[in-house]
């Protein structure tokens, strides 16, 4: 026999976590999980993977790492 927690996870939908989400978490939380997402979305939109390798290869350089 199957538990409660089981069968609520089975039925768990993205609408029930973002009303949990809303209930639990606090205001600065909230902030700081939009701060970041929007600081994701803009790297990955605006940081062009060419200028992305360089800069890494750059740094590996730069630290005495030898890559090729």
Avoid: K, Y
């Avoid at 199957?2 to 606090?26: C, F, G, K, Y």
């Avoid at 350089?61 to 090729?68: K, N, R």
Wanted: hydrophobic fraction near 45%; charge should be negative; charged fraction near 20%.
């Amino acid at each position: 026999m199957q538990d409660d927690t089981a069968t609520a996870r089975a039925t768990d939908s993205v609408h029930d976590r973002i009303e949990r989400a809303r209930a639990s978490l606090t205001g600065p939380q909230i902030a700081i999980a939009v701060a970041l997402v929007a600081a994701l979305g803009f790297t990955l939109l605006f940081v062009q993977d060419p200028m992305l390798h360089d800069s890494l290869h750059n740094f590996r350089h730069s630290a005495g790492i030898t890559c090729h």
